[in-house]
């Protein structure tokens, strides 16, 4: 009821809005014996109106009185000029003056000509002439001339990157001496940072940006498969492809960072469904002083999201956007096929002396000349099962606008996302919604906002017969042999265990989950009339979130060779589960902001509170005797359920100060007291903090003169440190829910009492007295620099994070101390700390040339991390500088270091042999005896190859436009880490024909190929006492990759065939294509470097190409 309400009120809100979108900007003013000059600064004051005029062509010095209460700008503008030479036109926000000319003046052409410099006096090379209206322009040469032959009558527009574009008119001059002022625009845009806002000529914080628009027409289905590449410090990490494939997101290498949308703390869910179309601002908080007010779970940055809102005084706009896509694997092995597998089975057993080959002649006859499809198939399981690609649809609707005191956004979005398998058993489908209202009450500065969003989302996966994770088909689908057969004779599912046709057939079982989330906020924000620079903002949050997921697991009709009647299968089973969770934000500020002369203030305090509250219940059924999939048509003998509920809550205090003088030195502090249920009651709050200070060096007077030679035009320095807090951590060190209490677990069948079972409860672990926040000092120098005009530009960062507040639960071997009860020592406070540290770096330019416009922006980020002490390595481990991993830093793990492979018999003989390796033969791989005493065993195994995660991540980003036409393409890579190749790979047991599978793995030793990739084929890992098969940096390779990740070409209708048609504003038509190919030595053994799957079990990275349309209205 309270979701229709405010529903019924926030459309409503935006009805009225649109109603009054119509009129146009209205104006109140009261002027006796003032110039026109007056009454227009009070008009561009009152309005989002700018006035753009020629001073020697129009006169605004002219006395003049008004009276107008509510009075629309044409009509004031008419009463101000009536009389005049004056006239004027409005376009968009823009409002031009002119000259009025006889309607009877003849139009005659003349030649103009003249020079561009910029405010130094310096030329300006090949800045942009156009007389307005028309296509006839010129550019600037080496020396900043031009000359052009044009209308007596006309405009020129002087335009180039980096300036502000200048219009004037031609008159009866035929000589120009032009300056272009630098845009200074740039400088002034404001961030969202934290909460609050600072403009880019005042940030002092590590931050960076994201264009929404780059990532609005590619062809991905949730936004986190469109950042790659696009921000220093943004490392994104796919796993593989797949319907709604999510990547993973860090900062810095951190763990997942937090998600704030509008200033609210949102799941990091609700960041993977957005809407690019939603986006008007992404940014990426990194250090301490951008991120310490969120407190608690902010030590891992922020991606901090505004989304798009109306403007006030604006017309009704309308934009469809589609995007229709289809996607192909990246990178796909070519499998071999039956005779080629049995030829190297046979190959393998027979290098192993066995005296049983797996194959006869007759065998290899039948594979080759396909004589007999039953006993001797050869089945292309990749061509059988998969489609040659999948569809995928985008659908996007918004529309905005606003009158004097409204505002709306309103935007509906679809997906419809294909898989590659032929039956269609693996889709899925969201439907976004959102809805931004705000109001303006302009007597007494208050302004409302209300927003709703939200999405509902539907995914179905085929259901594994042996598993109920459907990446499984994909394993099944690689590793299934050719011979093995997947269709009877008369072309129905034949009946085996694992076989994919009958996993993804429409009439086997499923996977379906639902998601279903809202999202309401409502804030009010006012600005105190009666207090310049006083405001309180209230915003208040609900969330509403339902997963249902339901699993059917049944066998389709499956048959026998020659039979008709389908085998008896599996019972079908079905489990269904629930969950609802709603959460509540509330948020309270008082913002005061004054200036004295240069020294600007800004004083923030405030109080933020979040509970949640989430339940769950689960049901399951089997043994169903009719294929009907609901929960009542199953036996009640086999019932089983369960359930639980949960809770959590959050507060803090906020406070935060910044100082600015003269735009030239700043500095900023911020603190919170967070609270957070994680932890005891006496230890439930901490306090966290960051400072940093900056300092704009270009704007000194004695940095002047490299200003003037367009050396630097702007040179910031700037340093952060704080101390923010963390409630909890993954993997070993990972903090359960109510830790800190004694716990108790119930059985139904905990105690045997004569004979018979009986309920109980047992006690759980220990709590820890010692159970507090873990802390992160973090640290940051950068700089941002801009030169050439600000068409080159860059920054340059080096950061530093220390945790600590690790929990450990002692070995009770090495302490002594044993727990009587059997649940293991509590965990105890410890001096762990863990270090993180690298540098980024971004680099980009801007120009044109006459009417082409370029642009290129280069950026990369390299860090690493280590344990400086790590509680949980053992003594031993540490004892041993090659294996010990406290203080150590970039390696994959610990294993053998190889040292080639054997060559023959004399190499076998005079090498030292791994202990357990037995009957060694050439082509096996050799080890090296590391410590030299004689015998390869445990003590040999050393810190091996380079990070399993990118420590180096880069991106090139470039553009080009001319005449509407558009060019962006998107480099992105990745560099020090290694990939392990997976077992399938390594050919270590050919003999139950498990390998080779891939057409690349025949590239093995023998006699007459010693300079292979791969070592000799066995038959079975017990020939050789699994030599070929230990961990060791043999079977490490080189996953650094550089991948052309987006690339777009379109034309915009708007800039040239359509500029003149105002009923339609955008109208833009592309081709785009995503992962177009990849430069990899993974490729070469038929991984991608994105794959988390090293056996290339994983479904597959895909290349996508897409058609995509922009029309507005």
Known sequence: MKMTVMLVFVFASALLATEASSQMAKVSIVAKKTTAQTIIYEIEKQTDYLFIYDESEVNLNQITSLKAENKTVSEVLDKVFEGTNVSYAIEGSNIMLMKKTSVNQQKTTKKISGIVLDITGVPVIGASIMEVGTSNGTITDLDGKFSLTISESSKLMISYIGYLTQTITVGDRSQFDIKLVEDSQKLDEVIVVGYGTNTKRSLISSVSTVDASEIKNIPVTNITQGLAGRSPGLIVQASGGGVNKTSQISIRGGETPLVVIDGIIRAYNDFVALSPDDIENLAILKDASATAVYGSRAANGILQVTTKRGKLGSKPMVEYNFNQSFSQPNIWPKKLNSYDRA????????????????????????????????????????????????????????????????????????????????????????????????????????????????????????????????????????????????QNSFGDIYAASDNPLAET????????????????????????????????????????????????????PQFEWEGTDPVAGSKSQLYKSTENENSYTLQFFVNYEKTIKQHSFSLLGGYEATYGFASSLWGSRDTYQFDIDQMNAGPESTMKNNGGESEYGRAGWIGQLKYNYADKYFAEASIRYDGSDNFPVNKRWGTFYSGSIGWSVADEAFFESLKEKNIFNTLKLRASYGKVGLDNWSGTYAISRFAYLSSYSYSGQAYVINNIMQPGFSEGAIPSPDLTWFTTDQLDYGIDFSSLNSRLYGSVDYFFYKTKGFLYQPDQLQTGYVDPLGTGLPKVSTDGEHRRAGWEFQLGYRNQLGQLEYDFAFNFTAFNSLWAKDPSESLDSKKNPYKRTTQEKGYWGIGYENDGLYSGPDDIYSSVKRLNSTNLTSGDIKYSDFNGDGVIDGQDQIRIGNNSFPRGNFGLNIGLRYQGFFLNALFQGATEFDMYMGSAIMMNDSQTGTTPIYDFQTDFWRLDNTDAKYPRIISSGGVNGNNNAVTSDYWLINGAYLRLKDVQFGYDFKKKLLKNTPWISQLTLALSGQNIFTISEATKYGMDPENSSTNNYGYPMERVFAFSLNVGF
Do not use: C
């Open 505 to 556: 057939s429409k009439d086997g079982g499923y996977l379906l989950g639902k998601q279903k989330v809202a999202n309401g906020l409502l804030a009010f924000d006012w600005s105190l009339p009666w207090v310049k620079g006083l405001s309180l903002k209230a915003n208040g949050n609900y969330r509403y979130v339902s997963y249902e997921n339901k699993q059917w697991r049944k066998d389709p």
């Open 343 to 486: 030829y190297y089975m046979n190959f393998a057993a027979k290098s192993d002396g066995l005296s049983t080959l797996p194959f006869s002649d007759d065998d290899l006859n039948k594979f080759k000349d396909g004589s007999d499809p039953f006993g001797h198939a050869d089945v292309d399981w990749q061509s059988l099962v998969l489609k040659d690609y999948a569809p995928q649809q985008k659908h996007n609707i918004k529309m905005s606008g606003g009158s004097e005191t409204n505002n709306y956004f309103v935007s509906l979005g679809y997906i419809d996302q294909g898989s590659l398998y032929r039956n269609d058993s693996h889709e899925m489908q969201r439907t976004n919604f959102r809805l931004n209202q705000s109001s303006v009450v302009k007597a007494i500065g208050l302004k409302t906002t209300a927003q709703i969003d939200g999405y509902v989302q539907e995914t179905t996966h085929p259901y594994t017969s042996t598993s109920n994770s459907y990446y499984n088909v994909f394993s099944h689908i690689q590793n299934k042999k050719p011979w093995d057969l997947a």
